[in-house]
């Protein structure tokens, strides 16, 4: 779904790691997404899906259900932006490094050797794993870059937790355990629960077309930052 959201509208997903299930689905999937050119902050990639962040659940009829039942999951999306080495200071001794050998897909070039690469920050608990690439050296750049991420997403998310009654009112973007959305198969419905969004278009928007829900999320973060200075809502 984001991956053709990105393509319509000319983003460049990098894939930077996939960590696969036995029943052919995959467990983890971590995504870099790139606009060409830098453009207002509220149009380019962390503007645009900042919101998509929180629990998604699906509701479905499996190929296995014999009854027909509707059965429920839920998946897990945290979105944050990309930070430059500049930006967050890590000190290198708050770091335990393991390596160990990727499983998987991937070819034998990568489960030969002990490529993959767990680092974990000891001050904040973060654990940040990558075996994708073929080079330990190459998996452990992409592992730093997410650390990166992830720690400005903690202090996003500890400095929402002590801001105003008003602005924990707002739309949430780092909250991960917040059901956001659900995905009604049976009814071909989408449902975002935070702004009352609804339309019946479930198979359009797997495709890529999310335009319309991003825009309402958009436009009620704007009506509620407003609202939290006494400005207008329209």
Known sequence: MYSRYAEGRGWKVEVLDAQETDLGGFRTVTVA????????????????????????????????????????????VLVMPEVEETEVEINPDDLRIDVYRSSGP?????????????????????????????????????????????????????????????????VRTVD????????????NRISDHRIGFKAHNLDAVLNGELQPVITALQDADTAARLAAVGGPAD
Do not use: C, W
């Open 176 to 187: 991960r355990s917040e059901r956001v959305r659900t995905y009604n198969f049976p009814e």
């Open 33 to 76: 997404v790139k606009a060409p050119s830098v453009g207002e902050p509220d149009q380019m990639p962390y503007g645009v899906l900042k919101f998509e962040g929180g629990v998604h659940r699906v509701q479905r009829v499996p190929v296995t259900e014999s009854q027909g039942r509707v059965h429920t999951s839920a998946a897990g």
């Open 106 to 170: 991937g070819g034998q070039g990568v489960n030969t050797t002990d490529s993959a690469v767990r680092i974990t920050h000891l001050p904040s608990g973060i654990v940040v794993s990558m075996q994708n690439e073929r080079s330990q050296l190459q998996n452990r750049e992409q592992a730093m870059r997410m650390l990166r991420a992830r720690l400005i997403a903690l202090a996003e998310e500890q400095a929402a937790s002590s801001a105003s009654a008003a602005r924990k009112s707002q």
